[in-house]
């Protein structure tokens, strides 16, 4: 019965868009009376209804002429779904659909549910509709024959009896993230927007930090949500930001992100001291950013330092260039290999020597061994009272 | 702060009076050769070890090869406000200066004169022709000095003082060679000074490998230092190659709290095998 060999016949709005009718002329079966449209009659949620509503919105947009679909009674019986549909085809031969409303539905949840209906899907054609099905999510929905609709034009439809496949494709990435707060500010990208937040004194919108940081703007929508929800900023309006608690977002990006877990630190001795360290660094070639307490102390009263903190691409090769020799104990500088080059971000030259911007060395600080906290502290203090200084 | 002051104080003060003798001994100057602490210093500085870097002695050796026997020297430095340390002393010249605080201070020049050039052989006395016998003293380990120096510029360490003057200055081959005698010949008596390691620490810091290993090489090749040179070789791997040697616990001591131990000792170790290395 099925062939997926048929020519299209129709193609719509939908950049990848298969429509093919089979076996018009086919046996006619319906599972449910074409003449009962009426509403679900199981006591649903309501975004659940409008759900439905949509996607069968979105279903109807992408049949052929001449079809149709309409919300059916519900079929009472073991494995309840939420709502029934009847697609009908132009010759009025008519289809049963069942349907299951999901608000989000992960690869997991998506497994979760095929094993869940392996009975409801016996009895026929089951979509599944949902705002927005992820590609991994969509597949293992395929691999079950499960029929699947998201409201941004993701479609997946086959009816055996009158015969339809509907394939559409819609939106790769979910549009409503930002409803869904980040987590934390684990990672490179939010350590990246972290930055474009602490180091403006006006706040940038959800467009120029995506801009500036070069990550999508739902990512950047979802981070947002999250310092908002934990008081770090505050919004005026719809997304606009009102101003941002910039220590408190050091301390949290801080905690969410230690040191060791923005990139791959080894240990070196520079027997020579910290001054000749710093000194082979003014005139070497290398990427890098000079951080922790030896930075601090370039801008704030610091005691003097004893650890040299420095981000370096390539680290192994870096430090043989620079005549460090591999140091388990006595180490005297600390070679950090990023995980992101937002390190390198604002990085300023002061005598010769490239130091990383101030708040990446505060951040660095506040999970770094021995006094690093505490200078980390400092340095807030010292950041507070100098906002010129370093806040552009 | 009051203690740094304090310190700068001494400092500038033991700068000033090092101008004076150089003053003093003004047509002699070009048979000295600064060595000591102040010697480490000019050399190398505090090469990050943020200890009080050197003592308020200076020691000038004195090569009895090049030296005038007009005007004595003894004359010259009383002339210039020096005394003997005491009438027992050999080569210890003071002045007083006043300082901040009630007492005044006292600072030394120690004139010295390389074992194996003294005319005087005997245990103390120099005995420099046309000097009073007394007026510098015999010291073992400082040959190299002659050997291994070059000349700089000295000035004061206040705009205020103007005078500069060009002095040889032991090389840090020399100095090297010195300290590490030092450290071996008082080491377990109640003279041993944990800073002897730390300058040792501060000159290998301060210069590089190629040029210490050049200079030292040039020791060893010459035959007024050469002994001296090749007994220090020993020491140096003795003292400041392996982690239980006895310069390597001196240099710990000496910075005491302000830096990392095991930092000093792997410094010491990694500068001293590459030295060690670059002779072989």
Same mark, same amino acid.
């Given at each position: 019965?099925?062939? $997926?060999?048929?020519?299209?016949?129709?193609?719509?709005?939908?950049?990848?868009?298969?429509?093919?009718?089979?076996?018009?002329?086919?046996? &006619?079966?319906?599972?449910?009376?074409?003449?009962?449209?009426?509403?679900?009659?199981? =006591?649903?949620?309501?975004?659940?209804?409008?759900?439905?509503?949509?996607? &069968?919105?979105?279903?109807?947009?992408?049949?052929? %002429?001449?079809?149709?679909?309409?919300?059916?009674? &519900?079929?009472?019986?073991?494995?309840?779904?939420?709502?029934?549909?009847?697609?009908?085809? %132009?010759?009025?031969?008519?289809?049963?659909?069942? @349907?299951?409303?999901?608000?989000?539905?992960?690869?997991?949840?998506?497994?979760?549910?095929?094993?869940?209906?392996?009975?409801?899907?016996?009895?026929?054609?089951?979509?599944?509709?949902?705002?927005?099905?992820?590609?991994?999510?969509?597949?293992?929905?395929?691999?079950?024959?499960?029929?699947?609709?998201?409201?941004?034009?993701?479609?997946?439809?086959?009816?055996?009896?009158?015969?339809?496949?509907?394939?559409?494709?819609?939106?790769?990435?979910?549009?409503?993230?930002?409803?869904?707060?980040?987590?934390?500010?684990?990672?490179?990208?939010?350590?990246?927007?972290?930055?474009? @937040?602490?180091?403006?004194?006006? %706040? *940038?919108?959800?467009?120029?930090?995506?801009?500036? $940081?070069?990550?999508?703007?739902?990512?950047?929508?979802?981070?947002?949500? @999250?310092?908002?929800?934990?008081?770090?900023?505050?919004?005026?309006?719809?997304?606009?930001?009102?101003?941002?608690?910039? *220590?408190?977002?050091?301390?949290?990006?801080?905690?969410?992100?230690?040191?060791?877990?923005?990139? =791959?630190?080894?240990?070196?001795?520079? %027997?020579?001291?910290?001054?000749?360290?710093?000194?082979?660094?003014?005139?070497?070639?290398?990427?890098?950013?000079?951080?922790?307490?030896?930075?601090?102390? $370039?801008?704030?009263?610091?005691?003097?330092?004893?650890?040299?903190?420095?981000?370096?691409?390539?680290?192994?090769?870096?430090?043989?260039?620079?005549? @460090?020799?591999?140091?388990?104990?006595?180490? =005297?500088?600390?070679?950090?290999?990023?995980?992101?080059?937002?390190?390198?971000?604002?990085?300023?030259?002061?005598?010769?020597?490239?130091?990383?911007?101030?708040?990446?060395?505060?951040?660095?600080?506040?999970?770094?061994?021995?006094?690093?906290?505490?200078?980390?502290?400092?340095?807030?203090?010292?950041?507070?009272? =100098?906002?010129?200084?370093?806040?552009? | !702060?009051?203690?740094?002051?304090?310190?700068?104080?001494?400092?500038? !003060?033991?700068?000033?009076?090092?101008?004076?003798?150089?003053?003093?001994?003004?047509?002699?100057?070009?048979?000295?050769?600064?060595?000591?602490?102040?010697?480490?210093?000019?050399?190398?500085?505090?090469?990050?070890?943020?200890?009080?870097?050197?003592?308020?002695?200076?020691?000038?050796?004195?090569?009895?090869?090049?030296?005038?026997?007009?005007?004595?020297?003894?004359?010259?430095? !009383?002339?210039?406000?020096?005394?003997?340390?005491?009438?027992? #002393?050999?080569?210890?010249?003071?002045?007083?200066?006043?300082?901040?605080?009630?007492?005044?201070?006292?600072?030394?020049?120690?004139?010295?004169?390389?074992?194996?050039?003294?005319?005087?052989?005997?245990?103390?006395?120099?005995?420099?022709?046309?000097? +009073?016998?007394?007026?510098?003293?015999?010291?073992?380990?400082?040959?190299?000095?002659?050997?291994? #120096?070059?000349?700089?510029?000295?000035?004061?360490?206040?705009?205020?003082?103007?005078?500069?003057?060009?002095?040889?200055?032991?090389?840090?081959?020399?100095?090297?060679?010195?300290?590490?005698?030092?450290?071996?010949?008082?080491?377990?008596?109640?003279?041993? #000074?944990?800073?002897?390691?730390?300058?040792?620490?501060?000159?290998?810091?301060?210069?590089?490998?190629? +040029?210490?290993?050049?200079?030292?090489?040039?020791?060893?090749?010459?035959?007024?230092?050469?002994?001296?040179?090749?007994?220090?070789?020993?020491?140096?791997?003795?003292?400041?190659?392996?982690?239980?040697?006895?310069?390597?616990?001196?240099?710990?001591?000496?910075?005491?709290?302000?830096?990392?131990?095991?930092?000093?000792?792997?410094?010491? !170790?990694?500068?001293?095998?590459?030295?060690?290395?670059?002779?072989?």
């Amino acid at each position: 019965m099925m062939s $997926t060999a048929a020519p299209s016949r129709c193609c719509l709005q939908t950049l990848v868009a298969h429509v093919v009718q089979l076996d018009v002329l086919g046996n &006619l079966s319906c599972v449910l009376p074409l003449a009962s449209m009426l509403h679900a009659v199981r =006591n649903e949620a309501v975004s659940d209804n409008m759900l439905i509503r949509e996607g &069968l919105r979105v279903l109807r947009a992408r049949l052929p %002429p001449g079809w149709t679909v309409s919300e059916a009674a &519900l079929e009472s019986g073991p494995g309840a779904v939420d709502a029934a549909a009847e697609i009908v085809a %132009p010759d009025r031969r008519v289809g049963a659909v069942a @349907l299951e409303a999901r608000a989000r539905l992960d690869p997991k949840g998506a497994r979760d549910l095929v094993d869940a209906t392996r009975e409801a899907r016996a009895h026929g054609a089951f979509v599944v509709v949902a705002r927005y099905l992820s590609g991994s999510t969509r597949a293992r929905l395929q691999e079950a024959d499960v029929g699947y609709v998201d409201l941004t034009g993701n479609v997946r439809v086959i009816l055996a009896r009158p015969g339809l496949f509907i394939e559409t494709q819609g939106a790769s990435e979910d549009p409503n993230r930002e409803e869904r707060p980040a987590r934390s500010l684990r990672g490179a990208k939010a350590g990246r927007i972290v930055r474009t @937040l602490v180091d403006r004194k006006e %706040p *940038p919108g959800v467009r120029e930090i995506a801009a500036l $940081t070069k990550i999508d703007a739902g990512y950047v929508s979802r981070v947002l949500s @999250l310092l908002d929800t934990e008081a770090l900023i505050t919004r005026v309006g719809r997304g606009r930001m009102g101003s941002v608690d910039w *220590p408190a977002l050091l301390r949290r990006w801080a905690r969410d992100a230690p040191l060791e877990s923005r990139g =791959n630190a080894r240990t070196y001795l520079e %027997p020579r001291g910290l001054s000749a360290f710093v000194a082979r660094l003014a005139i070497s070639d290398e990427r890098y950013a000079v951080t922790g307490s030896l930075a601090a102390a $370039t801008v704030a009263p610091l005691a003097a330092p004893r650890l040299a903190t420095v981000w370096l691409r390539d680290t192994a090769e870096a430090a043989s260039r620079l005549a @460090l020799r591999q140091a388990e104990a006595g180490a =005297n500088v600390l070679l950090i290999e990023p995980d992101d080059e937002g390190v390198f971000e604002g990085a300023v030259k002061r005598d010769g020597v490239r130091y990383a911007a101030t708040s990446q060395v505060a951040v660095d600080l506040l999970t770094s061994t021995g006094r690093g906290p505490a200078e980390g502290e400092e340095l807030i203090t010292w950041m507070r009272e =100098n906002e010129g200084a370093w806040r552009k | !702060m009051a203690q740094v002051s304090e310190v700068d104080e001494l400092y500038v !003060m033991a700068r000033s009076v090092l101008l004076d003798a150089l003053e003093a001994l003004g047509p002699h100057r070009d048979a000295i050769v600064l060595v000591g602490a102040q010697a480490v210093y000019l050399r190398v500085g505090e090469a990050d070890l943020a200890v009080a870097p050197f003592t308020t002695d200076g020691d000038l050796a004195i090569d009895p090869a090049v030296l005038a026997t007009i005007p004595p020297l003894e004359e010259a430095l !009383m002339a210039a406000g020096f005394l003997p340390k005491s009438k027992d #002393s050999v080569g210890v010249w003071i002045t007083k200066r006043p300082t901040s605080r009630r007492v005044d201070a006292e600072v030394a020049i120690d004139l010295l004169v390389p074992a194996s050039v003294s005319p005087g052989t005997r245990r103390r006395a120099a005995r420099l022709p046309g000097h +009073d016998s007394r007026a510098a003293r015999i010291v073992r380990g400082l040959d190299d000095a002659i050997v291994d #120096s070059d000349a700089m510029r000295l000035a004061a360490l206040v705009q205020t003082d103007v005078r500069s003057f060009d002095v040889r200055v032991a090389g840090p081959a020399a100095l090297l060679v010195a300290k590490v005698h030092k450290i071996s010949e008082r080491q377990g008596t109640d003279r041993q #000074s944990d800073k002897d390691a730390l300058d040792v620490l501060r000159l290998f810091r301060g210069t590089e490998t190629d +040029d210490l290993a050049a200079r030292y090489a040039k020791l060893l090749a010459d035959k007024r230092s050469e002994e001296a040179a090749k007994a220090a070789r020993s020491l140096v791997e003795a003292q400041f190659a392996k982690r239980a040697g006895v310069g390597v616990e001196m240099a710990i001591r000496s910075v005491g709290a302000l830096a990392d131990a095991e930092e000093i000792a792997a410094s010491c !170790m990694a500068l001293a095998g590459d030295l060690l290395a670059a002779l072989k």
